[in-house]
């Protein structure tokens, strides 16, 4: 059974750093496709920031210079490091692994991790 279990959210002010952690456990971090999406309320969800087995890392253009994904094949974990944050970070934020690419039927999430951004 694939669990995806993230931590580190919080309430912090703009210009501030946190660090999310996905736990990951019934997969390998290092052979899958994992990612961190977010959702703002009334929002879609978008992807923002991705690492596949190579270990090329992608983000999406709002977060390019101030997030960071990395994983932990060891500790079978990722996290996203996120500096500079603003007020438009303020999201729901998930964790996602697929054997092949994020956003399929087979995609696994996890049950997200709330990040708040006042300003």
């Known amino acids: 059974q694939v669990q995806l279990v993230e931590s580190g959210g919080g309430l912090v002010q703009a210009g501030e750093s946190l660090r999310l952690s996905c736990a990951a456990s019934?997969?390998?971090?290092?052979?899958?496709?994992m990612g961190w999406y977010r959702q703002a309320p009334g929002k879609q969800r978008e992807l923002v920031a991705s690492?596949?087995?190579?270990?090329?890392?992608t983000y999406a253009d709002s977060v390019k210079g101030r997030f960071t994904i990395s994983r932990d094949n060891t500790k079978n974990t990722v996290s996203l490091q996120m500096n500079s944050l603003k007020p438009e970070d303020t999201a729901v934020y998930y964790c996602?692994?697929?054997?092949?690419?994020?956003?399929?039927?087979?995609?696994?999430w996890g049950q997200g991790t709330q990040v708040t951004v006042s300003s």
């Open positions: 996602a692994s697929d054997r092949v690419r994020l956003g399929s039927g087979f995609t696994y």
């Open positions: 019934g997969i390998s971090v290092s052979l899958n496709v």
């Open positions: 690492i596949v087995r190579g270990g090329s890392t």
